[in-house]
């Protein structure tokens, strides 16, 4: 099993226990058997939905910087908007589960989500589509489904895949390959931009090629800079971005508590702070990230 394999299906497995448990405390009496199940299954269904709908939100997030930054990365790769997954992707015990939930089949691949506004949207894929070939998209052959060949024009975007894990830790962080994000942490975020910095900061992280056991609070604080760089050239708002960190400085200080890796909250405000004005000094478009 490979890692996004095995990571896909902790994801699922962690999301059903947590399910199951809520289900346990949910039903005080049931008259039936039968009630108990339905129940537990709607729970299940409510988990994995709450789930998917986090993965889509970031997933969407992702690609609007990776698409924007795509002269940025070292690595890029075609990217139409969508993802795709087996019933092989997930742990022999829970394919039951994921057969129920995850509109797929027993056999094949099937498309698992799409990007609103993206090439594969443009097309009209839709979840729990069949793809028959063309899978991972290259330049040079045809995407095809179960209703034949589909016209996709893919963005360049950089190879910086987000994804979310079920944890009650308000926490990011990348490998310097893959971005993990926390349900918690996806929660709290007060809008879409909060999360666009967030998954922004970890992108630069890999950008950088920042090492996990370097000098910490240099990289942290290139990284939030970084962060509006990325986020600017995307088109975010990043003077409501950082304004709006700063009105949520309390919840930063209740995540960070925790951590002995990130700089005191004030020298990363005014090091987000020097670096908008910078930014807005500058006039034109693309912007590269500074020495
Ligand atoms: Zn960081």
Redesign the pocket.
């Known amino acids: 099993m490979n890692r996004r394999a095995l990571r896909t299906g902790l994801t699922l497995a962690a999301a059903c226990l947590a399910a199951w448990l809520g289900a346990s405390s949910l039903v005080d009496s049931p008259d039936t058997e039968t009630d108990r199940t339905e129940t537990s299954y709607e729970r299940f269904a409510a988990v994995v939905a709450r789930h998917q709908a986090m993965s889509e939100r970031v997933a969407a997030i992702s690609r609007r910087l990776r698409v924007a930054n795509a002269p940025l990365c070292r690595v890029t790769r075609p990217d139409a908007g969508l993802s795709t997954h087996r019933l092989e992707d997930y742990p022999r015990p829970l394919r039951p589960l994921a057969l129920h939930f995850m509109d797929l089949g027993e056999e094949g691949r099937f498309i698992r989500s799409v990007v609103p506004g993206s090439p594969a949207d443009r097309a009209a894929l839709h979840p729990g589509e069949r793809v028959l070939s063309g899978w991972p998209l290259r330049e040079d052959a045809a995407l095809v489904t179960g209703s034949g060949p589909v016209a996709l024009d893919p963005d360049e975007a950089c190879v910086a895949p987000a994804f979310v894990i079920d944890s009650p830790v308000p926490n990011a962080g990348t490998d310097g390959r893959e971005i993990a994000l926390s349900t918690t942490l996806v929660d709290q975020a007060a809008d879409e931009a909060a999360l666009a910095f967030i998954i922004a ?2 992108m630069a ?1 890999i950008l950088r090629d920042h090492k996990p056991d370097g000098p910490r609070w240099m990289a ?1 604080l290139q ?1 939030d800079g970084d962060a509006l760089t990325l986020m600017r050239n995307a088109g975010y708002d990043i003077a409501a971005t950082v304004a709006g960190w700063e009105a949520g400085v309390e919840v930063h200080r209740e995540s960070q508590s925790m951590s002995a890796t990130h700089p005191p909250l004030d020298i990363r405000l005014e090091n987000l702070t020097r670096t908008l004005a910078r930014l807005e000094a500058q006039t034109g478009g693309f912007r590269t990230l500074d020495d």
Do not use: D, F, Q
Request: charged fraction near 40%; charge should be negative; glycine fraction near 0%.
């Open positions: 900061h970890e992280h942290e990284a």
